[in-house]
């Protein structure tokens, strides 16, 4: 929650710093799968907080990767999620969360050979993040390599021993 207050904290200074609000909606989405409060609740603040780095700065990638993940999460709208990262992806180099989130819509969508090149790049963007190891051994596990899959989440294991999923 710290950096959540911090990022209250930018919006509260300069409202037009757009990488706050952005910052904003995905620490609510985060917090929206851990919380015991009712995901409606924080989603709206998430959702908000997005649109708003939007407004603010219609480049700004974090922003749709944030609206892309809200829209996958919690509204079950999938094109509109699709057409968001693909708008995130292509205003330049993005987070890993971007791509293994990408990643998680497209093998939802059975669309294993696209998801893989997602996670791929989530992982090449950021070797140890735990969310992009994950969906990397999730795609292989649903499109079938077991091996794959079973070497990606032992990989993951690796880095964090204590992973919920492992």
């Known amino acids: 929650d710290l950096g959540l207050t911090h990022l209250r904290e930018a919006t509260r200074l300069d409202p037009t710093f757009a990488p706050a609000y952005a910052g904003i909606a995905d620490a609510m989405i985060v917090k929206a799968f851990f919380s015991a409060s009712p995901p409606a609740e924080i989603v709206g603040e998430a959702r908000t907080a997005a649109q708003s780095a939007i407004a603010l700065d219609p480049e700004l990638a974090e922003a749709y990767s944030a609206l892309a993940s ?15 990262f693909q708008k995130a992806i292509s205003l330049g180099p993005t987070s890993s969360n971007t791509y293994y989130r990408y990643a998680n819509l497209l ?34 596990l649903f499109e079938g390599d077991f091996e794959g899959s079973v070497e ?10 204590d992973w919920t999923w492992g």
Do not use: C
């Not at 090149?117 to 292989?140: F, N, Q, T, W």
């Open 152 to 161: 990606a989440f032992g990989n993951t294991i690796e880095i964090r021993p």
């Open 70 to 84: 809200i829209r996958l999460y919690f509204d079950f709208d999938w094109q509109g999620s699709e057409e968001a």
């Open 107 to 140: 093998t939802g969508l059975s669309r294993f050979d696209e998801a893989l090149r997602m996670a791929e790049e989530a992982v090449a963007v950021d070797p140890i993040a735990i969310g992009a190891l994950h969906s990397y051994g999730l795609v292989k």
